[in-house]
């Protein structure tokens, strides 16, 4: 065994990548989209666990979106595949456009 520890390449670029995002959430460089909150909020169960979630996504705040934002992300929208449904396997969120939108 390596002098490094047991950690294989992949593990170190995960605590390398862990790091990295723990120094943009400390630089307060990280918000999120109201959409992507509320999607993030909109599966937790139970009542405790919703409010959980909620007071920690407090500490993120939300990018601020204007009129011009959600026309770019309609727009994106209108062009996903109509066709691609839950049955063929996948499905678009509405809040993908956004991150489309916002890249």
Known sequence: MSGRGSYGATDRRQIR?????????????????GPIRQELLSGAQPDERFEQLREYLHFYPN???DEEDDERAASYYN??????????GYRFAHFV??????A
């Open 79 to 88: 062009l996903l595949p109509s066709k691609r449904s839950a049955r063929d």
């Open 17 to 33: 990548w862990g790091r990295k995002v723990a120094r943009l959430i400390r630089s307060d460089a990280v918000q999120l989209l």
């Open 63 to 65: 990018l601020p979106l």
């Open 97 to 102: 456009p956004f991150l489309f939108a916002m």
